[in-house]
Protein backbone atom coordinates (compact mmCIF):
# COMPACT_ATOMS: atom_id res chain seq x y z
CA UNK A 1 0.00 0.00 0.00
CA UNK A 2 1.51 3.17 -0.86
CA UNK A 3 2.24 5.92 1.67
CA UNK A 4 -0.85 7.83 2.21
CA UNK A 5 1.08 10.84 4.31
CA UNK A 6 3.64 12.59 3.53
CA UNK A 7 5.79 15.71 4.85
CA UNK A 8 6.97 18.70 2.61
CA UNK A 9 8.89 21.05 3.37
CA UNK A 10 8.35 24.10 0.84
CA UNK A 11 10.83 27.00 -0.55
CA UNK A 12 12.57 24.78 -2.81
CA UNK A 13 11.59 25.50 -6.96
CA UNK A 14 10.71 22.40 -9.31
CA UNK A 15 13.24 22.26 -12.00
CA UNK A 16 13.86 19.19 -14.14
CA UNK A 17 11.97 16.99 -16.31
CA UNK A 18 9.02 14.97 -16.43
CA UNK A 19 7.45 12.73 -19.15
CA UNK A 20 3.61 12.70 -19.43
CA UNK A 21 2.22 9.32 -21.30
CA UNK A 22 -1.17 8.76 -22.05
CA UNK A 23 -4.25 10.80 -21.06
CA UNK A 24 -6.30 9.75 -18.22
CA UNK A 25 -9.58 10.40 -19.54
CA UNK A 26 -8.52 9.07 -23.09
CA UNK A 27 -6.71 5.61 -22.10
CA UNK A 28 -9.81 4.02 -19.58
CA UNK A 29 -12.19 4.43 -22.24
CA UNK A 30 -9.86 3.32 -25.44
CA UNK A 31 -10.01 -0.06 -23.08
CA UNK A 32 -13.84 -0.31 -22.86
CA UNK A 33 -13.74 0.11 -26.69
CA UNK A 34 -11.81 -3.12 -26.71
CA UNK A 35 -14.60 -4.85 -26.22
CA UNK A 36 -16.44 -3.67 -29.21
CA UNK A 37 -13.62 -5.48 -31.00
CA UNK A 38 -13.91 -9.13 -32.89
CA UNK A 39 -10.41 -9.29 -32.35
CA UNK A 40 -7.71 -8.19 -30.22
CA UNK A 41 -6.75 -5.19 -29.75
CA UNK A 42 -3.04 -3.05 -28.46
CA UNK A 43 -3.05 -0.01 -27.29
CA UNK A 44 0.46 1.82 -26.14
CA UNK A 45 1.59 5.34 -23.79
CA UNK A 46 -0.77 3.45 -20.81
CA UNK A 47 0.23 4.91 -17.89
CA UNK A 48 0.43 3.12 -14.32
CA UNK A 49 -2.46 4.33 -12.75
CA UNK A 50 -4.88 3.59 -10.60
CA UNK A 51 -7.92 4.48 -12.96
CA UNK A 52 -6.28 2.08 -15.34
CA UNK A 53 -5.55 -0.83 -13.18
CA UNK A 54 -9.64 -0.20 -11.70
CA UNK A 55 -10.71 -0.65 -15.66
CA UNK A 56 -8.00 -3.65 -16.08
CA UNK A 57 -10.01 -5.40 -13.23
CA UNK A 58 -13.45 -4.86 -14.26
CA UNK A 59 -12.09 -5.88 -17.97
CA UNK A 60 -10.80 -8.83 -16.49
CA UNK A 61 -14.13 -9.64 -14.35
CA UNK A 62 -15.95 -9.85 -18.14
CA UNK A 63 -13.70 -12.57 -19.47
CA UNK A 64 -11.61 -10.07 -20.94
CA UNK A 65 -7.87 -11.13 -21.49
CA UNK A 66 -5.06 -7.90 -20.77
CA UNK A 67 -1.99 -9.01 -20.88
CA UNK A 68 1.21 -6.39 -21.23
CA UNK A 69 2.88 -6.00 -24.70
CA UNK A 70 6.79 -5.19 -25.27
CA UNK A 71 6.83 -1.82 -24.98
CA UNK A 72 6.45 -0.27 -21.41
CA UNK A 73 3.20 0.88 -21.46
CA UNK A 74 1.38 -1.05 -24.10
CA UNK A 75 -1.50 -3.23 -23.22
CA UNK A 76 -2.33 -6.27 -25.52
CA UNK A 77 -6.64 -6.37 -24.83
CA UNK A 78 -8.15 -9.62 -25.83
CA UNK A 79 -12.21 -9.95 -25.73
CA UNK A 80 -13.12 -13.20 -27.71
CA UNK A 81 -14.28 -14.51 -24.10
CA UNK A 82 -16.21 -11.53 -22.46
CA UNK A 83 -19.41 -12.84 -20.59
CA UNK A 84 -21.47 -11.62 -18.23
CA UNK A 85 -19.72 -10.49 -14.66
CA UNK A 86 -21.30 -11.03 -11.25
CA UNK A 87 -22.46 -7.80 -9.46
CA UNK A 88 -20.12 -8.50 -6.60
CA UNK A 89 -16.88 -8.78 -8.99
CA UNK A 90 -17.82 -5.46 -10.83
CA UNK A 91 -18.44 -3.98 -6.97
CA UNK A 92 -15.18 -5.17 -6.06
CA UNK A 93 -13.19 -3.50 -8.83
CA UNK A 94 -15.01 -0.59 -9.74
CA UNK A 95 -14.13 1.49 -6.32
CA UNK A 96 -15.02 5.11 -6.73
CA UNK A 97 -14.52 4.85 -10.51
CA UNK A 98 -17.04 6.23 -13.14
CA UNK A 99 -16.20 4.38 -16.02
CA UNK A 100 -18.59 1.39 -15.15
CA UNK A 101 -21.08 3.51 -17.13
CA UNK A 102 -19.43 3.04 -20.47
CA UNK A 103 -19.56 -0.13 -20.16
CA UNK A 104 -23.13 -0.71 -21.10
CA UNK A 105 -23.16 -0.05 -24.59
CA UNK A 106 -20.22 -2.57 -25.71
CA UNK A 107 -21.36 -5.41 -23.06
CA UNK A 108 -25.32 -4.69 -24.90
CA UNK A 109 -24.32 -5.66 -27.40
CA UNK A 110 -22.11 -8.24 -26.98
CA UNK A 111 -24.01 -9.98 -23.98
CA UNK A 112 -27.86 -7.84 -24.03
CA UNK A 113 -26.93 -7.30 -20.24
CA UNK A 114 -25.37 -4.91 -18.16
CA UNK A 115 -25.11 -4.05 -14.45
CA UNK A 116 -23.51 -1.06 -12.99
CA UNK A 117 -22.66 -0.71 -9.64
CA UNK A 118 -23.83 3.00 -7.32
CA UNK A 119 -20.99 5.14 -8.87
CA UNK A 120 -18.60 7.29 -7.56
CA UNK A 121 -15.71 9.17 -8.90
CA UNK A 122 -14.40 12.20 -7.00
CA UNK A 123 -16.23 14.62 -4.56
CA UNK A 124 -16.55 17.71 -7.35
CA UNK A 125 -20.21 17.58 -7.95
CA UNK A 126 -22.90 15.01 -7.72
CA UNK A 127 -21.69 13.70 -10.75
CA UNK A 128 -24.94 12.56 -11.90
CA UNK A 129 -25.65 9.82 -14.97
CA UNK A 130 -28.98 10.47 -16.27
CA UNK A 131 -27.71 11.72 -19.77
CA UNK A 132 -25.87 8.49 -19.79
CA UNK A 133 -29.94 6.54 -19.02
CA UNK A 134 -31.59 8.38 -20.90
CA UNK A 135 -29.41 8.08 -24.07
CA UNK A 136 -29.40 4.14 -23.53
CA UNK A 137 -33.49 4.39 -23.29
CA UNK A 138 -33.22 6.20 -26.70
CA UNK A 139 -31.03 3.06 -28.00
CA UNK A 140 -33.54 1.02 -26.62
CA UNK A 141 -32.04 -0.38 -23.62
CA UNK A 142 -34.19 -1.53 -20.66
CA UNK A 143 -33.03 0.06 -17.50
CA UNK A 144 -34.08 -1.01 -14.08
CA UNK A 145 -32.62 0.58 -10.71
CA UNK A 146 -31.63 -2.04 -8.07
CA UNK A 147 -31.03 -1.45 -4.67
CA UNK A 148 -27.44 -2.21 -5.62
CA UNK A 149 -27.13 -0.50 -9.14
CA UNK A 150 -28.40 -0.40 -12.43
CA UNK A 151 -29.48 -3.28 -14.41
CA UNK A 152 -29.70 -2.67 -18.27
CA UNK A 153 -31.16 -4.88 -20.77
CA UNK A 154 -31.43 -5.01 -24.87
CA UNK A 155 -34.34 -7.72 -26.19
CA UNK A 156 -33.23 -6.99 -29.65
CA UNK A 157 -30.41 -5.25 -31.12
CA UNK A 158 -29.94 -1.77 -29.77
CA UNK A 159 -31.52 0.95 -32.88
CA UNK A 160 -29.64 4.18 -33.94
CA UNK A 161 -31.47 7.26 -32.86
CA UNK A 162 -31.16 11.10 -32.32
CA UNK A 163 -29.83 12.59 -29.17
CA UNK A 164 -29.56 16.21 -28.67
CA UNK A 165 -27.59 16.58 -25.23
CA UNK A 166 -28.74 19.45 -22.48
CA UNK A 167 -25.13 19.82 -21.82
CA UNK A 168 -21.77 18.66 -23.86
CA UNK A 169 -20.98 16.19 -21.51
CA UNK A 170 -17.86 13.91 -22.26
CA UNK A 171 -19.09 10.80 -20.51
CA UNK A 172 -22.59 11.15 -22.23
CA UNK A 173 -20.53 11.37 -25.52
CA UNK A 174 -18.32 8.74 -24.99
CA UNK A 175 -21.56 6.88 -24.19
CA UNK A 176 -22.96 7.58 -27.51
CA UNK A 177 -20.34 7.14 -29.07
CA UNK A 178 -19.37 3.76 -27.34
CA UNK A 179 -23.23 2.45 -28.68
CA UNK A 180 -24.27 4.09 -31.59
CA UNK A 181 -20.92 2.49 -33.74
CA UNK A 182 -22.84 -1.49 -33.22
CA UNK A 183 -26.94 0.00 -33.31
CA UNK A 184 -28.87 -0.88 -36.37
CA UNK A 185 -29.02 2.29 -38.68
CA UNK A 186 -27.09 5.41 -38.01
CA UNK A 187 -27.12 8.14 -34.71
CA UNK A 188 -27.00 11.71 -34.77
CA UNK A 189 -25.49 13.21 -32.03
CA UNK A 190 -26.14 16.84 -31.32
CA UNK A 191 -24.65 19.14 -28.62
CA UNK A 192 -21.26 16.94 -28.45
CA UNK A 193 -18.27 17.71 -26.69
CA UNK A 194 -15.40 17.73 -28.20
CA UNK A 195 -12.69 17.64 -26.74
CA UNK A 196 -8.79 15.89 -27.87
CA UNK A 197 -9.74 12.80 -25.88
CA UNK A 198 -12.77 12.46 -27.54
CA UNK A 199 -11.21 13.25 -30.67
CA UNK A 200 -8.73 10.81 -30.07
CA UNK A 201 -11.79 7.94 -29.11
CA UNK A 202 -12.79 8.55 -32.19
CA UNK A 203 -9.46 7.82 -34.61
CA UNK A 204 -9.55 4.58 -32.26
CA UNK A 205 -13.26 3.87 -33.22
CA UNK A 206 -12.12 4.85 -36.69
CA UNK A 207 -9.56 2.28 -36.69
CA UNK A 208 -11.64 -0.43 -35.63
CA UNK A 209 -14.27 -0.26 -39.02
CA UNK A 210 -16.65 2.39 -37.27
CA UNK A 211 -18.05 5.58 -39.76
CA UNK A 212 -18.05 8.38 -37.55
CA UNK A 213 -18.44 12.54 -38.62
CA UNK A 214 -17.89 15.33 -36.61
CA UNK A 215 -19.80 18.84 -38.08
CA UNK A 216 -18.37 22.56 -37.77
CA UNK A 217 -21.73 22.31 -35.35
CA UNK A 218 -20.22 19.91 -32.95
CA UNK A 219 -23.23 17.94 -34.57
CA UNK A 220 -21.33 13.94 -34.42
CA UNK A 221 -22.78 11.24 -36.80
CA UNK A 222 -22.45 7.52 -36.65
CA UNK A 223 -23.25 4.81 -39.05
CA UNK A 224 -23.65 1.89 -37.00
CA UNK A 225 -22.21 -1.29 -38.90
CA UNK A 226 -22.28 -4.87 -37.91
CA UNK A 227 -18.68 -5.47 -36.91
CA UNK A 228 -15.99 -4.10 -35.56
CA UNK A 229 -12.38 -5.17 -35.47
CA UNK A 230 -9.20 -4.69 -32.88
CA UNK A 231 -7.43 -1.27 -32.39
CA UNK A 232 -3.68 -0.96 -32.40
CA UNK A 233 -3.05 2.93 -31.32
CA UNK A 234 -0.69 5.02 -29.67
CA UNK A 235 -2.67 7.05 -26.81
CA UNK A 236 -2.94 11.07 -27.17
CA UNK A 237 -0.90 12.57 -24.01
CA UNK A 238 -2.58 13.67 -21.02
CA UNK A 239 -2.90 17.40 -21.18
CA UNK A 240 -3.94 17.48 -17.60
CA UNK A 241 -1.39 16.45 -15.94
CA UNK A 242 0.90 18.40 -18.23
CA UNK A 243 -1.04 21.76 -17.25
CA UNK A 244 -0.67 20.33 -13.79
CA UNK A 245 3.37 20.22 -13.84
CA UNK A 246 3.19 24.01 -15.78
CA UNK A 247 1.10 25.55 -12.82
CA UNK A 248 3.52 23.99 -10.37
CA UNK A 249 6.26 25.45 -11.79
CA UNK A 250 4.47 29.20 -12.21
CA UNK A 251 3.62 28.12 -7.97
CA UNK A 252 7.17 26.90 -6.93
CA UNK A 253 8.99 29.99 -9.14
CA UNK A 254 10.93 26.61 -10.63
CA UNK A 255 11.37 25.19 -14.51
CA UNK A 256 9.88 22.32 -15.48
CA UNK A 257 10.13 20.40 -19.21
CA UNK A 258 6.97 18.11 -19.75
CA UNK A 259 8.23 15.36 -22.24
CA UNK A 260 5.71 14.75 -24.49
CA UNK A 261 2.98 17.42 -23.98
CA UNK A 262 1.91 19.06 -27.49
CA UNK A 263 0.95 22.70 -27.96
CA UNK A 264 -1.84 21.68 -30.44
CA UNK A 265 -3.96 20.01 -27.49
CA UNK A 266 -2.93 22.87 -25.04
CA UNK A 267 -3.68 26.23 -26.56
CA UNK A 268 -5.77 27.77 -24.58
CA UNK A 269 -3.66 26.74 -21.84
CA UNK A 270 -0.53 28.55 -23.41
CA UNK A 271 -2.84 31.31 -23.62
CA UNK A 272 -3.74 31.88 -19.91
CA UNK A 273 0.07 30.77 -18.86
CA UNK A 274 1.64 33.42 -21.28
CA UNK A 275 -0.89 35.83 -19.50
CA UNK A 276 -0.22 35.03 -15.59
CA UNK A 277 3.43 35.44 -16.90
CA UNK A 278 4.60 32.36 -17.60
CA UNK A 279 7.25 31.42 -19.91
CA UNK A 280 6.93 28.28 -22.31
CA UNK A 281 9.21 26.94 -25.11
CA UNK A 282 7.44 23.78 -27.59
CA UNK A 283 10.00 21.56 -28.46
CA UNK A 284 9.45 18.77 -30.83
CA UNK A 285 9.47 16.44 -27.98
CA UNK A 286 7.87 18.47 -25.16
CA UNK A 287 7.18 21.77 -24.02
CA UNK A 288 9.36 24.03 -21.61
CA UNK A 289 7.36 25.99 -18.36
CA UNK A 290 8.95 28.17 -16.18
CA UNK A 291 8.53 30.67 -14.03
CA UNK A 292 9.41 34.67 -15.45
CA UNK A 293 11.68 35.43 -12.47
CA UNK A 294 9.05 38.45 -11.94
CA UNK A 295 5.96 39.08 -10.58
CA UNK A 296 3.26 37.17 -11.79
CA UNK A 297 -0.18 38.85 -13.22
CA UNK A 298 -3.49 38.43 -12.12
CA UNK A 299 -6.32 37.02 -15.26
CA UNK A 300 -9.72 36.45 -15.06
CA UNK A 301 -10.44 32.68 -16.06
CA UNK A 302 -13.74 31.04 -17.44
CA UNK A 303 -13.81 27.26 -17.49
CA UNK A 304 -15.50 25.99 -20.21
CA UNK A 305 -15.92 22.54 -22.25
CA UNK A 306 -12.93 22.16 -25.47
CA UNK A 307 -11.58 24.35 -27.14
CA UNK A 308 -12.46 26.90 -23.56
CA UNK A 309 -10.16 26.70 -20.64
CA UNK A 310 -10.80 23.02 -19.23
CA UNK A 311 -12.09 22.69 -15.71
CA UNK A 312 -9.33 20.42 -14.97
CA UNK A 313 -6.85 23.00 -15.92
CA UNK A 314 -7.95 25.68 -12.33
CA UNK A 315 -7.37 24.12 -9.54
CA UNK A 316 -2.98 23.94 -10.03
CA UNK A 317 -3.53 27.35 -11.11
CA UNK A 318 -5.15 28.98 -8.64
CA UNK A 319 -2.58 28.01 -6.29
CA UNK A 320 -0.17 30.27 -8.95
CA UNK A 321 -2.74 33.10 -9.00
CA UNK A 322 -1.83 33.21 -5.21
CA UNK A 323 1.38 34.42 -5.79
CA UNK A 324 0.17 36.98 -8.51
CA UNK A 325 0.50 40.45 -7.87
CA UNK A 326 -3.21 41.53 -7.64
CA UNK A 327 -6.66 40.36 -8.30
CA UNK A 328 -7.36 36.91 -10.29
CA UNK A 329 -11.22 35.51 -10.48
CA UNK A 330 -11.80 31.89 -11.43
CA UNK A 331 -15.64 30.71 -12.80
CA UNK A 332 -16.27 27.56 -12.90
CA UNK A 333 -19.27 26.76 -15.30
CA UNK A 334 -18.66 22.61 -15.78
CA UNK A 335 -18.54 21.63 -12.29
CA UNK A 336 -20.90 22.98 -9.43
CA UNK A 337 -18.45 22.46 -6.16
CA UNK A 338 -14.61 22.66 -7.71
CA UNK A 339 -13.37 24.84 -5.16
CA UNK A 340 -13.58 22.31 -2.34
CA UNK A 341 -9.67 22.84 -2.37
CA UNK A 342 -9.21 26.39 -1.72
CA UNK A 343 -10.37 25.72 2.01
CA UNK A 344 -6.44 24.06 2.57
CA UNK A 345 -5.11 27.14 0.75
CA UNK A 346 -6.92 29.43 2.88
CA UNK A 347 -5.69 27.88 6.14
CA UNK A 348 -2.17 28.52 4.40
CA UNK A 349 -2.75 32.37 4.44
CA UNK A 350 -3.87 32.68 0.94
CA UNK A 351 -6.82 35.41 0.27
CA UNK A 352 -9.65 33.50 -1.48
CA UNK A 353 -13.49 34.23 -1.43
CA UNK A 354 -15.42 31.93 -3.11
CA UNK A 355 -19.28 33.67 -4.51
CA UNK A 356 -22.47 31.69 -5.46
CA UNK A 357 -22.81 34.53 -8.65
CA UNK A 358 -21.16 33.72 -12.35
CA UNK A 359 -17.97 36.07 -12.11
CA UNK A 360 -17.55 35.80 -15.68
CA UNK A 361 -18.71 36.71 -19.11
CA UNK A 362 -21.75 34.63 -19.36
CA UNK A 363 -24.38 33.02 -16.93
CA UNK A 364 -24.17 29.45 -15.79
CA UNK A 365 -25.95 26.75 -15.07
CA UNK A 366 -25.20 27.01 -11.63
CA UNK A 367 -26.02 30.79 -11.26
CA UNK A 368 -28.16 32.04 -8.02
CA UNK A 369 -28.29 28.41 -7.21
CA UNK A 370 -26.27 28.25 -3.85
CA UNK A 371 -22.98 26.88 -5.26
CA UNK A 372 -20.25 28.43 -4.49
CA UNK A 373 -18.62 28.31 -8.06
CA UNK A 374 -16.33 31.60 -8.42
CA UNK A 375 -13.50 32.50 -6.81
CA UNK A 376 -11.79 35.58 -6.00
CA UNK A 377 -8.29 35.63 -5.25
CA UNK A 378 -6.02 38.52 -4.29
CA UNK A 379 -2.02 38.10 -3.97
CA UNK A 380 0.78 38.24 -3.46
CA UNK A 381 0.73 36.09 -0.61
CA UNK A 382 3.29 34.27 1.57
CA UNK A 383 1.69 30.57 1.87
CA UNK A 384 2.72 28.54 5.49
CA UNK A 385 3.10 25.32 5.95
CA UNK A 386 -0.25 23.27 6.99
CA UNK A 387 -2.12 20.06 7.83
CA UNK A 388 -3.81 19.12 4.49
CA UNK A 389 -6.35 16.37 3.88
CA UNK A 390 -6.06 15.74 0.14
CA UNK A 391 -9.92 15.75 -1.11
CA UNK A 392 -9.73 14.72 -4.56
CA UNK A 393 -7.32 14.29 -7.82
CA UNK A 394 -6.74 18.13 -9.27
CA UNK A 395 -7.46 19.80 -5.63
CA UNK A 396 -5.10 17.32 -4.17
CA UNK A 397 -2.56 17.77 -6.74
CA UNK A 398 -2.71 21.65 -6.01
CA UNK A 399 -2.57 20.78 -2.08
CA UNK A 400 0.48 19.17 -2.89
CA UNK A 401 2.06 22.20 -4.82
CA UNK A 402 0.78 25.02 -1.94
CA UNK A 403 2.66 23.15 0.73
CA UNK A 404 5.87 23.18 -1.81
CA UNK A 405 5.62 26.73 -2.55
CA UNK A 406 4.75 27.65 1.41
CA UNK A 407 7.00 28.33 4.40
CA UNK A 408 7.84 25.50 6.46
CA UNK A 409 6.84 21.63 6.46
CA UNK A 410 3.41 20.43 6.19
CA UNK A 411 1.71 17.02 6.39
CA UNK A 412 -0.30 16.12 3.48
CA UNK A 413 -2.77 13.21 4.34
CA UNK A 414 -4.94 10.88 1.93
CA UNK A 415 -2.63 11.33 -0.92
CA UNK A 416 -2.88 8.11 -2.25
CA UNK A 417 -5.96 9.66 -4.65
CA UNK A 418 -3.31 11.37 -6.44
CA UNK A 419 -1.96 8.41 -7.73
CA UNK A 420 -5.43 7.66 -9.55
CA UNK A 421 -4.20 10.02 -12.41
CA UNK A 422 -0.79 11.12 -12.12
CA UNK A 423 1.80 8.50 -13.32
CA UNK A 424 4.74 8.33 -10.72
CA UNK A 425 4.17 10.93 -9.17
CA UNK A 426 6.34 10.79 -5.78
CA UNK A 427 9.26 9.75 -8.26
CA UNK A 428 8.57 12.84 -10.35
CA UNK A 429 8.56 14.75 -7.39
CA UNK A 430 11.67 13.72 -5.94
CA UNK A 431 13.39 13.89 -10.10
CA UNK A 432 12.45 17.90 -10.00
CA UNK A 433 14.34 18.53 -6.28
CA UNK A 434 11.09 18.56 -3.96
CA UNK A 435 11.67 18.22 -0.55
CA UNK A 436 9.61 15.32 1.16
CA UNK A 437 9.45 12.41 3.15
CA UNK A 438 6.77 10.00 2.73
CA UNK A 439 5.14 8.07 5.97
CA UNK A 440 5.29 4.86 6.71
C1 LIG B 1 -14.85 13.91 -17.70
O1 LIG B 1 -15.76 13.71 -16.66
C2 LIG B 1 -13.47 13.80 -17.05
N1 LIG B 1 -13.33 12.50 -16.41
C3 LIG B 1 -13.30 14.91 -16.02
O2 LIG B 1 -11.98 14.83 -15.51
C4 LIG B 1 -13.46 16.26 -16.72
O3 LIG B 1 -13.34 17.29 -15.76
C5 LIG B 1 -14.84 16.30 -17.38
O4 LIG B 1 -14.98 15.20 -18.31
C6 LIG B 1 -15.07 17.61 -18.14
O5 LIG B 1 -14.08 17.75 -19.12
C7 LIG B 1 -13.11 11.41 -17.19
O6 LIG B 1 -13.04 11.49 -18.40
C8 LIG B 1 -12.95 10.11 -16.46
P1 LIG B 1 -19.05 15.51 -17.95
P2 LIG B 1 -17.33 13.45 -16.99
O7 LIG B 1 -20.02 14.40 -18.19
O8 LIG B 1 -17.44 12.74 -18.30
C9 LIG B 1 -22.98 17.12 -15.88
C10 LIG B 1 -10.35 14.54 -13.85
O9 LIG B 1 -9.93 15.16 -12.87
N2 LIG B 1 -23.60 15.81 -16.18
O10 LIG B 1 -18.54 16.30 -19.11
O11 LIG B 1 -17.97 12.85 -15.81
C11 LIG B 1 -21.95 16.98 -14.76
O12 LIG B 1 -22.59 16.98 -13.50
C12 LIG B 1 -11.84 14.46 -14.12
O13 LIG B 1 -9.63 13.94 -14.68
C13 LIG B 1 -24.95 15.63 -15.91
O14 LIG B 1 -25.62 16.54 -15.43
O15 LIG B 1 -17.80 14.98 -17.16
C14 LIG B 1 -21.08 18.19 -14.97
O16 LIG B 1 -21.70 19.32 -14.39
C15 LIG B 1 -12.61 15.35 -13.18
N3 LIG B 1 -25.53 14.43 -16.18
C16 LIG B 1 -21.09 18.36 -16.48
O17 LIG B 1 -22.20 17.60 -16.98
C17 LIG B 1 -24.81 13.39 -16.73
O18 LIG B 1 -25.38 12.31 -16.98
C18 LIG B 1 -19.80 17.87 -17.14
O19 LIG B 1 -19.69 16.50 -16.85
C19 LIG B 1 -23.43 13.59 -17.02
C20 LIG B 1 -22.85 14.81 -16.74
Given at each position: ?????????????L?????V???K????????????????S?????????D??????????????????????????????V?????A????????????????????????E???????G??I?????????????????I???????????????????????P????????????????????????????????????????K???V????????????????????????????????????????????????????A????F?????????????????????HP????????????V?????????????????????????????????????????????????????????A??????????????S??????????????L???????????????????SN??????G?E?????????????????
Open positions: MAADTITITGGTPNGSVRRGANLVTKAMVAALLGETPTLRDVPKISVRVVRGLLGAHGVKITDGDEDGELILDPSAESAHFEINAHAGSSRIPILFCGPLLHRLGAFIPDLGCRGDRPIDFHLDVLRQFGAVEKLPSGIRLSAPQRLRGTKVELYPSVGATEQVLLTAVRAQGTTELRGAAIEPEIMDLINILQMGAISVDTDRVIRIEGVDRLEGYTHRALFDRNEAASWAAAALATEGDIFVAGAKQEMGTLNVFRKVGGVFEIQDDGIRFRGTPLNPVIIETDHPGFMTDWQQPLVVALTKATGVSIVHETVYEQRFGFVDALIEMGATIQVHRECLGSQCRFGQRNFQHSAVIGPSALRAADIAVPDRGGFSHVVAALSAEGASRVVGIISRYNFFEKLTALGANFTLEA
